[in-house]
């Protein structure tokens, strides 16, 4: 906000001079020089891409010991700092923090590729990334404030939950011809949604609320795509082909596990932001679970996805989650248009269609931004999600 807003609201009469000036007086006091830190911010940049071309330039002549060394003696630094200053430094910038832990974090991610390099050694990716998160999981569970330390959990955990499933699943039966362990796999490709009741639990329990919130926004979004996902192979017929990874069995494994995660969340969290969580985490167990069920249906996939889509929405609505609710009637309109186009592709191919096609698309718009403004909760409750 500058002066010059102020000053306008106050020739609008929007509010008194008393108003203004301490309005004024607090933007001043609180203002950042942003030219300034971006000039800071470009300075260091270059400064770090002159310090890595001079190291790339000579990597082959750096013993890789000595390489491995220095990289580790980074990442005890950056956790020291964390660990020694970072209540200090949280205070005082948290992006500061949350900046100084993504180093950390990613100086020991890119650690174990280091060490790979030096002796020449391989293993397959879920490996270091199990590693990784055994190492810097809790650290980011402990100190992360923001967004950003919560996706790299939640997301590191499911990169490495999918490669082990690969791993295990396409590679076992190579050598061996052994039949992989589809169900243990199914439950742990399930694991990463039990975020969202660690979160839950958590999020009223501690000082770092913003951060456990986040945790079980993602482990609902996890949920919420899995069956999303399942839908979309149902719709092109893809569990008659997917052997035994896509079995009934094991996508029960997942639904019990969906449905397991939702009510811990409706149990941690009762008030009517968690009842609405769990319900939305549980509705998506369901439909996996159901999704084997319509498989190479059209129709029946595609009113399952917006059966999904609408339960989201309604949830949304009643628990006046303004962005969420939006983001639903977008999905479910996006979804009937494309079902209309798998039950009338031959009509695509006609100017005639093409024609039907693009009015329809017109139409659908229309109402969903109709329904999206007439029905969305005020922007104001989004806050309470």
């Known amino acids: 906000m500058n002066a010059r807003k102020i000053n306008a609201w106050h020739d609008a009469g929007l509010i008194d001079e008393e108003t203004r000036t301490r309005l004024i007086a607090y933007e001043d006091e609180h203002a950042r020089p942003l030219a300034l830190w971006a000039i800071f911010g470009i300075g260091a940049l270059a400064i770090a891409l002159g310090l890595i071309s001079v190291v790339a330039a000579n990597w082959d002549e750096i013993p890789g010991q000595i390489r491995l060394s220095v990289h580790f003696l980074m990442i005890l630094g950056t956790l020291a700092a964390l660990f020694l200053h970072g209540e200090r430094l949280a205070r005082a910038n948290p992006w500061g923090i949350e900046a100084l832990l993504f180093v950390a974090a990613a100086l020991g991610l890119t650690f174990f590729g280091h060490l790979g390099q030096v002796y020449q050694t391989s293993a397959p990716l879920w490996e270091p990334l199990a590693l990784w998160l055994l190492l810097f999981g809790p650290v980011l569970l402990l100190v992360g404030r923001s967004w950003l330390a919560a996706a790299l959990v939640v997301g590191g955990s499911i990169y490495c939950a999918w490669e082990y499933n690969y791993a295990l699943g396409e590679l076992i039966r190579r050598p061996s011809g052994e039949t992989p362990p589809y169900l243990w796999l199914a439950f742990v490709t399930a694991l990463p949604v039990f975020f969202a009741p660690v979160g839950a639990w958590l999020r009223g329990r501690s000082d770092r609320s913003a951060f456990w919130r986040r945790l079980e926004q993602l482990g609902l979004t996890y949920a919420v795509l899995g069956a999303s996902l399942s839908c979309a192979l149902a719709s092109v017929g893809a ?147």
């Open 239 to 385: 569990y008659e082909d997917g052997g035994e990874a896509l079995s009934a069995s094991s996508q029960f494994i997942r639904a019990i596990g969906g449905i397991a995660a939702g009510i811990l969340v409706v149990v941690t969290r009762p008030g009517l932001s968690g009842r609405m969580s769990g319900s939305i985490i549980v509705g998506a167990g369901v439909i996996i679970g159901s999704a084997i069920g319509v498989n190479d249906s059209d129709v029946f996939a595609g009113g399952l996805f917006m059966i999904l889509w609408a339960g989201i929405a309604g949830a949304a609505l009643y628990a006046g989650w303004r962005g969420v609710f939006q983001v639903a009637v977008a999905t479910i309109a996006l979804r009937l248009i494309v079902l209309s186009f798998e039950l009338a592709s031959d009509l695509l191919l006609s100017g005639f269609g093409l024609i039907v096609s693009g009015f329809l698309i017109l139409g659908v718009a229309w109402l969903a931004v109709r329904v999206s403004r007439r029905f969305a909760p005020p922007p104001e409750e989004e806050a309470s999600t």
